[in-house]
Protein backbone atom coordinates (compact mmCIF):
# COMPACT_ATOMS: atom_id res chain seq x y z
CA UNK A 1 0.00 0.00 0.00
CA UNK A 2 1.66 3.07 -1.17
CA UNK A 3 1.73 5.93 1.77
CA UNK A 4 -0.08 8.93 1.09
CA UNK A 5 0.79 12.36 1.41
CA UNK A 6 -0.39 14.83 4.10
CA UNK A 7 -3.41 16.49 4.00
CA UNK A 8 -4.49 18.83 6.71
CA UNK A 9 -7.09 21.99 7.53
CA UNK A 10 -5.53 23.45 10.28
CA UNK A 11 -7.09 25.08 13.37
CA UNK A 12 -4.30 25.45 15.97
CA UNK A 13 -2.29 28.46 16.75
CA UNK A 14 0.86 28.17 15.51
CA UNK A 15 -1.04 28.17 11.48
CA UNK A 16 -3.36 31.37 12.52
CA UNK A 17 -0.03 33.12 13.89
CA UNK A 18 2.05 32.13 10.23
CA UNK A 19 -1.14 33.36 8.40
CA UNK A 20 -1.72 36.55 10.13
CA UNK A 21 -5.15 35.63 11.26
CA UNK A 22 -7.29 35.74 14.09
CA UNK A 23 -9.08 33.24 15.62
CA UNK A 24 -13.17 33.97 15.35
CA UNK A 25 -11.89 37.49 13.51
CA UNK A 26 -12.14 38.17 9.84
CA UNK A 27 -10.02 41.25 8.68
CA UNK A 28 -11.35 43.46 5.71
CA UNK A 29 -7.96 42.31 3.66
CA UNK A 30 -8.62 38.39 3.65
CA UNK A 31 -11.67 39.29 1.12
CA UNK A 32 -9.14 41.42 -1.03
CA UNK A 33 -6.75 39.76 -3.66
CA UNK A 34 -4.82 37.31 -2.65
CA UNK A 35 -2.76 35.74 -5.16
CA UNK A 36 -0.74 37.39 -8.28
CA UNK A 37 -1.87 35.70 -10.96
CA UNK A 38 1.16 33.43 -11.64
CA UNK A 39 1.22 29.88 -12.95
CA UNK A 40 -1.19 27.75 -11.14
CA UNK A 41 -2.80 30.42 -8.71
CA UNK A 42 -6.19 31.16 -9.15
CA UNK A 43 -9.61 33.29 -7.61
CA UNK A 44 -12.68 33.98 -7.65
CA UNK A 45 -15.35 35.51 -5.56
CA UNK A 46 -19.12 33.97 -5.87
CA UNK A 47 -22.39 35.47 -5.16
CA UNK A 48 -25.63 34.33 -5.27
CA UNK A 49 -29.26 35.20 -4.54
CA UNK A 50 -32.65 33.24 -4.05
CA UNK A 51 -35.85 35.16 -4.39
CA UNK A 52 -39.37 34.01 -3.12
CA UNK A 53 -40.60 33.50 -6.90
CA UNK A 54 -38.11 30.68 -7.40
CA UNK A 55 -35.91 33.09 -9.39
CA UNK A 56 -31.51 32.30 -8.55
CA UNK A 57 -29.33 34.72 -9.41
CA UNK A 58 -25.49 33.63 -9.75
CA UNK A 59 -22.17 35.99 -9.81
CA UNK A 60 -18.74 35.01 -10.50
CA UNK A 61 -15.66 37.32 -10.58
CA UNK A 62 -12.70 35.45 -11.78
CA UNK A 63 -8.96 36.61 -11.87
CA UNK A 64 -8.81 33.34 -14.68
CA UNK A 65 -10.49 30.67 -15.38
CA UNK A 66 -10.06 28.01 -12.84
CA UNK A 67 -10.09 25.46 -15.50
CA UNK A 68 -6.86 27.06 -16.82
CA UNK A 69 -4.77 28.34 -14.16
CA UNK A 70 -1.04 28.00 -15.33
CA UNK A 71 -2.08 30.49 -17.71
CA UNK A 72 -1.96 34.31 -17.61
CA UNK A 73 -4.49 35.82 -15.74
CA UNK A 74 -7.86 36.62 -18.11
CA UNK A 75 -10.52 38.27 -15.90
CA UNK A 76 -13.91 37.79 -16.52
CA UNK A 77 -17.39 38.17 -14.90
CA UNK A 78 -20.25 35.68 -15.57
CA UNK A 79 -23.84 35.92 -14.87
CA UNK A 80 -26.46 32.79 -14.20
CA UNK A 81 -30.16 33.69 -14.24
CA UNK A 82 -32.71 30.73 -13.89
CA UNK A 83 -35.88 31.43 -13.87
CA UNK A 84 -39.10 30.15 -12.05
CA UNK A 85 -40.54 28.19 -15.63
CA UNK A 86 -36.97 26.72 -16.02
CA UNK A 87 -35.69 28.93 -18.52
CA UNK A 88 -31.94 29.55 -17.96
CA UNK A 89 -29.85 32.44 -19.14
CA UNK A 90 -26.39 33.20 -18.74
CA UNK A 91 -22.95 35.39 -20.36
CA UNK A 92 -19.70 35.67 -19.94
CA UNK A 93 -17.49 39.38 -19.87
CA UNK A 94 -14.17 38.85 -20.93
CA UNK A 95 -12.21 42.13 -19.85
CA UNK A 96 -8.02 43.38 -20.69
CA UNK A 97 -6.06 43.45 -17.73
CA UNK A 98 -5.43 47.01 -17.97
CA UNK A 99 -9.36 47.40 -17.82
CA UNK A 100 -9.47 45.24 -14.55
CA UNK A 101 -8.51 45.72 -10.83
CA UNK A 102 -7.66 43.62 -8.02
CA UNK A 103 -8.00 45.73 -5.00
CA UNK A 104 -5.83 43.68 -1.99
CA UNK A 105 -6.86 45.45 1.27
CA UNK A 106 -10.57 44.56 0.83
CA UNK A 107 -13.28 43.31 -1.48
CA UNK A 108 -12.75 45.98 -4.68
CA UNK A 109 -12.82 43.93 -7.97
CA UNK A 110 -13.24 45.67 -11.53
CA UNK A 111 -13.65 43.60 -14.84
CA UNK A 112 -14.50 46.08 -17.66
CA UNK A 113 -18.06 47.24 -16.49
CA UNK A 114 -18.36 44.73 -14.10
CA UNK A 115 -17.47 45.44 -10.10
CA UNK A 116 -17.72 43.95 -6.64
CA UNK A 117 -16.73 46.16 -3.27
CA UNK A 118 -17.65 45.12 -0.45
CA UNK A 119 -16.84 45.32 3.63
CA UNK A 120 -17.94 41.94 5.28
CA UNK A 121 -21.38 43.52 5.80
CA UNK A 122 -22.48 45.01 2.66
CA UNK A 123 -22.01 44.18 -0.86
CA UNK A 124 -22.57 46.33 -4.25
CA UNK A 125 -22.22 44.51 -7.53
CA UNK A 126 -22.92 45.06 -10.74
CA UNK A 127 -22.97 42.81 -14.23
CA UNK A 128 -22.66 44.45 -17.44
CA UNK A 129 -23.28 42.32 -20.67
CA UNK A 130 -24.16 42.55 -24.11
CA UNK A 131 -27.53 40.72 -23.49
CA UNK A 132 -27.72 40.85 -19.60
CA UNK A 133 -27.64 43.24 -16.78
CA UNK A 134 -27.48 43.26 -13.10
CA UNK A 135 -27.31 45.13 -10.12
CA UNK A 136 -26.64 42.89 -7.11
CA UNK A 137 -26.62 44.22 -3.17
CA UNK A 138 -26.54 41.72 -0.43
CA UNK A 139 -26.31 42.77 3.30
CA UNK A 140 -25.33 40.38 5.90
CA UNK A 141 -27.50 38.93 8.45
CA UNK A 142 -24.84 36.51 9.81
CA UNK A 143 -21.29 37.27 10.20
CA UNK A 144 -18.15 36.95 7.97
CA UNK A 145 -16.82 33.26 9.08
CA UNK A 146 -14.05 31.14 8.00
CA UNK A 147 -13.95 27.33 8.56
CA UNK A 148 -10.88 27.35 10.92
CA UNK A 149 -8.15 28.94 9.15
CA UNK A 150 -9.85 28.90 6.04
CA UNK A 151 -7.29 26.95 3.93
CA UNK A 152 -6.73 23.14 2.94
CA UNK A 153 -2.98 22.53 2.57
CA UNK A 154 -1.87 19.49 0.49
CA UNK A 155 1.45 17.73 0.34
CA UNK A 156 4.43 17.47 2.85
CA UNK A 157 5.70 20.65 3.39
CA UNK A 158 2.04 22.36 3.35
CA UNK A 159 3.01 23.85 -0.22
CA UNK A 160 -0.55 23.29 -1.55
CA UNK A 161 -3.60 25.18 -0.60
CA UNK A 162 -6.86 25.49 -1.64
CA UNK A 163 -8.59 28.55 0.75
CA UNK A 164 -12.74 29.09 1.11
CA UNK A 165 -14.02 32.04 3.04
CA UNK A 166 -17.81 33.31 3.43
CA UNK A 167 -17.66 37.00 3.69
CA UNK A 168 -21.71 37.16 4.41
CA UNK A 169 -22.42 33.32 5.13
CA UNK A 170 -26.95 34.29 4.50
CA UNK A 171 -27.77 38.15 4.27
CA UNK A 172 -30.93 40.06 2.05
CA UNK A 173 -30.40 40.33 -1.40
CA UNK A 174 -32.05 42.88 -4.26
CA UNK A 175 -31.54 42.75 -7.47
CA UNK A 176 -32.30 44.86 -10.40
CA UNK A 177 -32.17 42.62 -13.34
CA UNK A 178 -31.98 42.98 -17.25
CA UNK A 179 -32.48 39.99 -19.46
CA UNK A 180 -33.85 38.09 -22.85
CA UNK A 181 -34.35 41.46 -24.72
CA UNK A 182 -35.01 44.67 -22.15
CA UNK A 183 -37.25 42.42 -19.80
CA UNK A 184 -36.82 43.43 -16.08
CA UNK A 185 -37.15 41.94 -12.86
CA UNK A 186 -36.68 44.03 -9.21
CA UNK A 187 -36.57 41.18 -6.39
CA UNK A 188 -35.49 40.76 -2.82
CA UNK A 189 -34.79 37.41 -1.23
CA UNK A 190 -31.65 35.92 0.38
CA UNK A 191 -28.04 36.04 -0.85
CA UNK A 192 -24.43 34.61 -0.03
CA UNK A 193 -20.76 35.54 -0.73
CA UNK A 194 -17.58 34.24 -0.63
CA UNK A 195 -14.51 34.12 -1.49
CA UNK A 196 -11.85 31.42 -3.17
CA UNK A 197 -8.48 31.18 -3.90
CA UNK A 198 -5.58 28.67 -4.44
CA UNK A 199 -1.91 28.54 -5.93
CA UNK A 200 -1.97 24.95 -7.69
CA UNK A 201 -5.22 23.28 -9.99
CA UNK A 202 -7.80 21.66 -7.86
CA UNK A 203 -7.95 18.85 -10.34
CA UNK A 204 -4.75 17.90 -8.65
CA UNK A 205 -5.68 18.18 -4.88
CA UNK A 206 -9.48 17.74 -4.84
CA UNK A 207 -11.25 14.40 -6.61
CA UNK A 208 -14.56 16.12 -5.79
CA UNK A 209 -17.18 18.12 -3.26
CA UNK A 210 -20.36 18.86 -2.56
CA UNK A 211 -21.11 22.20 -1.26
CA UNK A 212 -24.54 23.93 -0.41
CA UNK A 213 -25.52 26.83 1.32
CA UNK A 214 -29.22 27.34 2.24
CA UNK A 215 -31.81 29.33 4.54
CA UNK A 216 -34.19 27.09 5.39
CA UNK A 217 -36.72 29.02 7.74
CA UNK A 218 -34.96 31.12 10.15
CA UNK A 219 -31.73 28.54 10.21
CA UNK A 220 -28.95 28.98 7.72
CA UNK A 221 -26.27 26.57 6.19
CA UNK A 222 -23.09 26.37 4.95
CA UNK A 223 -22.31 22.99 3.98
CA UNK A 224 -19.19 21.24 2.31
CA UNK A 225 -17.65 17.42 2.29
CA UNK A 226 -14.66 17.62 0.10
CA UNK A 227 -12.63 14.36 -0.86
CA UNK A 228 -8.89 14.74 -1.88
CA UNK A 229 -7.15 12.98 -4.67
CA UNK A 230 -5.96 9.54 -4.31
CA UNK A 231 -1.98 10.49 -3.78
CA UNK A 232 -4.01 11.94 -0.51
CA UNK A 233 -5.94 8.91 0.64
CA UNK A 234 -9.08 10.31 -0.62
CA UNK A 235 -8.85 11.99 2.71
CA UNK A 236 -12.37 13.78 3.72
CA UNK A 237 -12.66 17.21 5.17
CA UNK A 238 -15.98 19.18 6.48
CA UNK A 239 -16.49 22.30 6.30
CA UNK A 240 -20.08 23.47 7.86
CA UNK A 241 -21.81 26.31 9.35
CA UNK A 242 -25.15 26.46 11.37
CA UNK A 243 -27.00 29.51 12.02
CA UNK A 244 -30.42 30.94 13.17
CA UNK A 245 -31.23 34.07 12.98
CA UNK A 246 -27.94 35.71 13.71
CA UNK A 247 -26.75 33.76 15.91
CA UNK A 248 -23.72 30.82 15.00
CA UNK A 249 -25.11 27.77 17.10
CA UNK A 250 -21.95 26.07 15.85
CA UNK A 251 -19.27 24.74 12.91
CA UNK A 252 -17.80 21.80 12.00
CA UNK A 253 -14.59 23.44 14.60
CA UNK A 254 -15.93 20.46 17.01
CA UNK A 255 -15.89 17.97 14.07
CA UNK A 256 -19.46 16.18 14.60
CA UNK A 257 -20.76 16.25 11.27
CA UNK A 258 -21.15 13.43 9.52
CA UNK A 259 -21.85 12.87 5.76
CA UNK A 260 -24.66 9.79 4.74
CA UNK A 261 -25.55 10.73 0.89
CA UNK A 262 -28.11 8.38 -0.50
CA UNK A 263 -30.18 7.35 -3.79
CA UNK A 264 -27.32 7.17 -5.58
CA UNK A 265 -26.99 6.79 -9.58
CA UNK A 266 -24.78 7.83 -12.62
CA UNK A 267 -25.58 11.66 -14.57
CA UNK A 268 -25.81 10.45 -18.06
CA UNK A 269 -24.16 13.72 -19.30
CA UNK A 270 -21.22 13.55 -17.15
CA UNK A 271 -20.82 10.06 -16.05
CA UNK A 272 -20.16 11.26 -12.71
CA UNK A 273 -22.04 9.37 -9.59
CA UNK A 274 -24.61 11.42 -7.81
CA UNK A 275 -26.72 11.27 -5.01
CA UNK A 276 -30.29 12.52 -5.18
CA UNK A 277 -30.16 13.24 -1.51
CA UNK A 278 -27.41 14.71 0.50
CA UNK A 279 -27.69 14.15 4.40
CA UNK A 280 -25.31 16.21 6.65
CA UNK A 281 -26.03 15.05 10.65
CA UNK A 282 -24.41 17.71 12.94
CA UNK A 283 -24.05 17.73 17.33
CA UNK A 284 -23.18 21.27 18.55
CA UNK A 285 -20.85 21.85 21.60
CA UNK A 286 -24.11 22.09 23.91
CA UNK A 287 -25.53 18.80 22.38
CA UNK A 288 -28.32 19.82 20.44
CA UNK A 289 -28.56 17.22 17.21
CA UNK A 290 -29.73 18.55 13.83
CA UNK A 291 -30.16 16.55 10.28
CA UNK A 292 -29.91 18.42 7.40
CA UNK A 293 -31.06 17.25 3.84
CA UNK A 294 -30.50 18.30 0.58
CA UNK A 295 -33.82 16.68 -1.87
CA UNK A 296 -32.82 17.33 -5.49
CA UNK A 297 -35.28 17.84 -7.67
CA UNK A 298 -33.93 18.88 -10.78
CA UNK A 299 -30.32 20.38 -12.29
CA UNK A 300 -29.34 23.77 -13.20
CA UNK A 301 -25.87 23.48 -14.40
CA UNK A 302 -24.27 20.37 -16.18
CA UNK A 303 -20.46 21.22 -17.63
CA UNK A 304 -18.02 19.02 -18.69
CA UNK A 305 -14.68 20.65 -18.57
CA UNK A 306 -13.33 20.11 -21.75
CA UNK A 307 -15.93 21.29 -23.13
CA UNK A 308 -15.24 24.82 -22.11
CA UNK A 309 -11.32 24.56 -22.18
CA UNK A 310 -9.47 26.26 -25.22
CA UNK A 311 -9.27 24.07 -27.84
CA UNK A 312 -5.73 22.89 -27.74
CA UNK A 313 -5.89 22.07 -23.73
CA UNK A 314 -9.57 20.35 -24.82
CA UNK A 315 -7.46 17.79 -27.07
CA UNK A 316 -5.19 17.61 -24.45
CA UNK A 317 -7.06 16.82 -21.78
CA UNK A 318 -9.56 13.89 -23.73
CA UNK A 319 -6.63 12.23 -24.92
CA UNK A 320 -4.99 12.81 -21.07
CA UNK A 321 -8.65 11.02 -20.08
CA UNK A 322 -9.63 13.79 -18.32
CA UNK A 323 -12.98 13.78 -17.47
CA UNK A 324 -13.73 16.53 -14.73
CA UNK A 325 -17.62 18.07 -14.40
CA UNK A 326 -19.75 19.94 -12.34
CA UNK A 327 -23.47 20.05 -11.47
CA UNK A 328 -25.51 22.48 -9.53
CA UNK A 329 -29.00 21.15 -8.32
CA UNK A 330 -32.03 22.97 -7.10
CA UNK A 331 -34.26 21.18 -4.77
CA UNK A 332 -35.27 21.52 -0.84
CA UNK A 333 -33.34 21.71 2.08
CA UNK A 334 -34.81 20.63 5.28
CA UNK A 335 -33.79 21.12 8.71
CA UNK A 336 -34.89 18.39 11.53
CA UNK A 337 -33.71 19.25 14.95
CA UNK A 338 -34.27 15.87 17.22
CA UNK A 339 -34.21 15.35 21.06
CA UNK A 340 -33.85 12.43 22.55
CA UNK A 341 -34.11 10.50 19.05
CA UNK A 342 -37.20 12.06 18.31
CA UNK A 343 -37.64 14.85 15.58
CA UNK A 344 -39.19 17.97 17.19
CA UNK A 345 -38.91 20.62 14.26
CA UNK A 346 -38.67 20.15 11.02
CA UNK A 347 -38.43 23.29 8.50
CA UNK A 348 -37.79 23.15 4.65
CA UNK A 349 -37.31 25.37 1.88
CA UNK A 350 -36.18 25.64 -1.87
CA UNK A 351 -32.08 25.63 -2.06
CA UNK A 352 -29.01 24.92 -4.77
CA UNK A 353 -26.35 22.90 -4.01
CA UNK A 354 -23.58 21.85 -6.07
CA UNK A 355 -20.69 19.09 -7.08
CA UNK A 356 -17.22 19.51 -8.27
CA UNK A 357 -16.19 16.39 -9.71
CA UNK A 358 -12.17 16.35 -10.49
CA UNK A 359 -11.07 13.31 -10.35
CA UNK A 360 -11.77 9.83 -12.37
CA UNK A 361 -15.20 8.29 -12.00
CA UNK A 362 -16.59 6.35 -9.48
CA UNK A 363 -14.91 7.62 -5.82
CA UNK A 364 -17.51 5.73 -3.93
CA UNK A 365 -16.48 4.37 -1.26
CA UNK A 366 -15.41 1.12 -2.76
CA UNK A 367 -13.76 2.59 -5.34
CA UNK A 368 -11.81 4.60 -3.10
CA UNK A 369 -10.98 1.59 -0.92
CA UNK A 370 -9.49 -0.77 -4.27
CA UNK A 371 -7.93 2.35 -5.48
CA UNK A 372 -5.95 3.64 -2.61
CA UNK A 373 -4.30 0.21 -2.41
Not at 123 to 139: I, S
Not at 215 to 231: F, L, N, P, Q, R
Request: hydrophobic share 35%.
Amino acid sequence: MSKARKAIHPDDDGHYQEMGLTRGKIELWEDGSRVDGSKGTYEWWYNDAHFPDGTVLVLFFYLKSPVEVDGPIKPIATMELNLPDGRKFSEEVYAAIEDSHYAKDRCDVKIGECHITGDLRHYDMVFKGKTMRARLTLDGTVNAWRSQTGSIFFGDAEEHYFAWLPGIPEGKAKADIVYDGGKELHLEGSGYHDHNWGNISMLKLMHHWYWGRAKIGDYKVISAWITAEKKYGYKDFDVFLLAKGEEILGDNSNHTLKFKPADRYIDKDTGKPVYNKVIYEYTTESGEEYRITYDRHGDINKTRFVDVLSKPLSVLARIAGFDGGYLRFEGTASIEKIENGTVVETVSDPAVWELMYFGKSCADEKHKSKESV
